[in-house]
């Protein structure tokens, strides 16, 4: 190497080094502010390519995911179901159904754990959640069945609740049970409208239209005034307390609210679907849930006289990622758990973990750097490092199935969760990442590409942050950080 050639690689060693030492002191600038002096960052930025670490603070410290924790289940759905894999849901009876499309005796839907039975994959209309199933029906010549309609939720054992999910996490929509029988997410979407009359409760309208909850309706219309509303759900039953107000001629104002028996919902709509298309069920609907199975009085189905094929793993990976729905992540993890040959100690959602740490150690990412309670990051006991998810993140960019993973996140000022972050500054259109919240939690993990070209994959983890009066907030805080790190060269 000539002396002028050595002259410009020092040259341009020592201006990388004082751009990083730059960048550097810019991000420690905002993680050093004193507003947060008793909160614990944990960040870890990497080039995607090279895997060269940009920047890291308190990297291989455990803290709260929140719902990064969703990017963990979701590379194990891909990873372990493949995108392209659907989920069925079949129908059973003793016998086909006879000439004239009678079936004798019950029929039971068993369901495997398919979430696509919403209105979220049918543009919003809720009248197309369970079409695929009543075609269903109709095709196998189906016209009458003197039984009951039995939803059989037994393909997964256990609880219908992340463990570690807080009692009023289950009563709000994102707190919903799972179930193998789901519909419409396991949740009632509501729209609260004046009265015609001051002093009259205002009316409440469910979507889809359903008898299933019962109100009590302690509202009432006002002449003027704000609207405010408030809802109390019991838990185990399908009554919701309404009380609150809304002014004579003010706009609706809407809500939603768990499904308390998800799988007797699902059957119950079904029915009804089914008497539209003329499809008559001459006895009751009723459920089998886990315990049946386990106590030894649930009977296996018999003959499958129909079934229906969900949507991709992709595309339900794709709307949990992007409007972080926390049913899913769940359902996610008790589908690859359901299939978890290892361990059947009649808790599918432990399987699912169990399955979890399997594919991590595949990864390369130790035991001690993550500690899942669930699929979501709902639940207050799960614990993962920015190292860990930086790896993980890496491993999927470079994995058969990185563009399903990858096309799944939101992006950055466009859509999902992060649809009105980073508008009008160069992360827009640019960061694909997982947000993530709790209370005292903010995190944000994901890709990026710098003004330099360069690729990089980042994690950062905001914990014990309680907003001061006038202070930023964690996720301001942290898109801060994001656009620091767009900058940069």
């Known amino acids: 190497m000539t002396r002028s050639a050595k002259l410009l690689l020092v040259a341009f060693l020592w201006g990388w080094r004082a751009v990083a030492a730059d960048l550097t002191a810019q991000l420690d600038a905002i993680i050093d502010g004193p507003a947060f002096a008793q909160a614990q960052w944990g960040v870890k930025v990497c080039a995607l390519d090279s895997g060269a670490t940009i920047y890291a603070r308190n990297a291989d410290k455990l803290l709260k995911p929140a719902s990064n924790g969703k990017i963990y289940t979701a590379a194990l759905a891909l990873d372990r179901l493949g995108p392209d894999f659907r989920i069925k849901t079949s129908v059973y009876a003793a016998a086909p159904p006879d000439a004239q499309g009678v079936i004798q005796g019950d029929v039971t839907v068993y369901g495997r754990g398919d979430p696509s039975f919403s209105a979220r994959f049918n543009g919003g209309d809720y009248t197309k959640a369970l079409q695929p199933l009543l075609d269903a029906f109709a095709k196998a010549g189906i016209k009458r069945i003197e039984g009951d309609l039995i939803g059989d939720e037994t393909y997964f054992s256990g609880p219908p609740y992340g463990a570690d999910w807080t009692w009023d996490d289950l009563e709000n929509y994102y707190g919903a049970p799972t179930s193998a029988l789901t519909l419409q997410d396991n949740v009632i979407d509501l729209q609260f409208e004046p009265a015609a009359d001051v002093g009259a409760p205002c009316r409440i309208i469910t979507h889809p239209e359903t008898s299933f909850i019962a109100f009590s309706n302690f509202t009432q219309t006002i002449a003027s005034g704000e609207a405010h509303f408030r809802l109390f759900c019991p838990l185990g039953e399908n009554v919701a307390y309404v009380w609150g107000q809304a002014p004579l001629h003010g706009a609706a104002h809407t809500d939603a609210i768990p499904v308390q028996q998800p799988a007797l919902w699902f059957v ?94 595949g990864a390369g990412i130790g035991s001690g750097l993550v500690a899942l309670s669930d699929g979501s990051g709902l639940s207050r006991g799960s614990l993962v490092t920015p190292s860990a998810s930086v790896q993980l993140l890496t491993r999927m960019a470079h994995h058969s199935a990185k563009d399903a993973f990858v096309n799944a996140l939101p992006i950055g000022g466009v859509d999902g969760t992060l649809r009105n972050r980073f508008k009008g500054t160069a992360a827009a259109g640019n960061v694909r990442a997982k947000t993530g919240s709790l209370q005292y939690v903010d995190t944000l993990s994901g890709y990026l590409t710098n003004k330099a070209g360069g690729k990089l994959v980042f994690s950062i983890m905001l914990n014990n942050y309680r907003e001061p009066s006038g202070g930023p907030s964690g996720r301001a805080a942290i898109d801060s950080l994001v656009r620091l790190l767009v900058d940069s060269q």
């Not at 886990?290 to 992709?314: F, K, M, N, Q, Y």
């Not at 949990?320 to 299939?339: D, H, M, W």
């Open 268 to 361: 119950t709509m079904l029915k009804e679907g089914l008497a539209q298309r003329g499809i008559v069920v001459a006895g009751n609907v009723r459920v089998k849930t886990w315990l049946d199975r386990a106590s030894g009085s649930a009977a296996p189905p018999h003959v499958e006289v129909a079934s229906v094929e969900g949507r991709p793993i992709s595309e339900i990976v794709k709307q949990t990622l992007k409007p972080s729905e926390n049913l899913y992540a769940q359902l996610l993890l008790l589908q690859v758990g359901a299939k978890n040959p290892l361990i059947n100690n009649g808790d599918t959602a432990e399987a699912g973990l169990h399955a979890l740490r399997f594919f991590l150690t």
